[in-house]
């Protein structure tokens, strides 16, 4: 079984740097030199892919330290801020768009495969979905999805390449958000409904006609508008949620023709500590007892590796999903979210070597 991430790292430059970096990659600054911030950035964005594949990550989602929502807003037009939202004025992509961190695999993939010790480097895309991105405008509807949408289209687009040693294998849309408001533009039979499904295909079929297999990265997936998406292959959600165990859903999933990826380890750092120090959930002690450790983390005087969950564990889950889905329908497993939460760098490699660890052995 193969195994891919879902994107991000803990950053190890800080958010001013990393910005500037990608931004002056966007611009085509860092061709006429004298960009330190680009410099930086692509060292990072290339030293973070390199770490995945000797991790032992099959296909590798580009190195995402920077944020999910800025990162693409910072690649549209046809719109500004008032406050703390957003307004359209239109929405399509700035000319020649794509996502700065590729450009950046682009550019140096022949060191990146030598220096990871492999002979073709495939690359996951992943585009924050419209649903979530439109929660950041003060005002929203279907339209505005749809706009959103079409600009993610013509980014992922750019994006898209096949050379000798590499090309992009897989698209994911990630769509945390959807699922987990009581929203009426979502309301069954409105046309706001309707118009997020027409964005998601829109999607979908741009990456599938290109060749690339297409995901969806979900926090919840009670609300089940995602199975109609025709050009959707693969469902992923967080390793408790119901897609993986309710009998239900599995039944619902499969009907669809959709396959899962295995979600086999925790990406809430909180979280794992609870779990490792029995604290009960929603219990009044969790927070201090969970800040303790955290400064205990940052003092050097704990390990953020002991608190990770061990490869057996991460078995055993893959192992259920496989039985409850067939094999055939659960090509990849992975963590179940990014790492970015992480509170450093090496403990988030670690969780990705335990996970590779775990498909290899599990099947």
Request: with cysteine; aromatic share 6%.
């Amino acid at each position: 079984m193969e195994t891919y991430d879902v994107g991000s790292l803990p950053p190890r430059l800080s958010d001013e740097t990393l910005g500037r970096g990608a931004d002056a990659y966007s611009s085509l600054q860092h061709l006429l030199g004298g960009s330190p911030e680009a410099e930086a950035f692509e060292a990072e964005v290339v030293r973070g892919l390199i770490d995945k594949l000797r991790a032992g990550v099959d296909i590798q989602n580009y190195p995402q330290f920077r944020d999910m929502n800025q990162m693409f807003f910072k690649l549209l037009r046809g719109l500004s801020r008032e406050g703390d939202t957003y307004v359209s004025h239109g929405i399509s992509t700035r000319p020649g768009a794509s996502i700065p961190e590729v450009e950046v695999v682009k550019g140096n993939i022949s060191l990146i495969i030598d220096e990871a010790g492999i002979d073709h480097l495939r690359l996951k895309l992943c585009v924050t979905g419209p649903y979530t991105l439109s929660l950041q405008f003060g005002y929203r509807d279907g339209r505005l999805m749809e706009e959103l949408a079409e600009a993610l289209s013509a980014i992922v687009e750019a994006s898209i390449f096949k050379v000798k040693r590499g090309e992009t294998a897989l698209l994911a849309v990630d769509e945390p958000a959807f699922g987990l408001l009581d929203d009426p533009l979502l309301d069954r039979g409105s046309e706001g409904r309707e118009s997020l499904l027409r964005a998601w295909e829109r999607l979908f079929a741009s990456a599938s006609s290109r060749g690339l297999e297409t995901i969806i990265h979900l926090h919840d997936t009670s609300d089940t508008l995602y199975l109609e998406a025709e050009h959707l292959d693969i469902v992923e959600s967080h390793v408790d949620d119901p897609l993986y165990r309710d009998e239900g859903m599995i039944r619902k999933v499969l009907e669809a023709g959709k396959r899962v990826k295995a979600s086999i380890s925790r990406s809430d750092f909180d979280a794992l500590i609870a779990q490792r120090l029995n604290i009960p959930a929603g219990s009044e002690e969790a927070p201090h007892r969970i800040g303790e450790v955290w400064s205990e983390i940052r003092r050097g005087r704990l390990r953020a590796v002991d608190f990770l969950e061990d490869v057996k564990l991460m078995e055993r889950r893959l192992r259920l999903i496989v039985e409850r889905f067939g094999a055939e329908n659960v090509p990849y497993a992975g963590p179940e979210c990014g790492l970015k939460g992480f509170p450093d760098y090496d403990s988030a490699l670690e969780v990705l070597r335990r996970v590779s660890e775990a498909a290899s052995k599990s099947i």
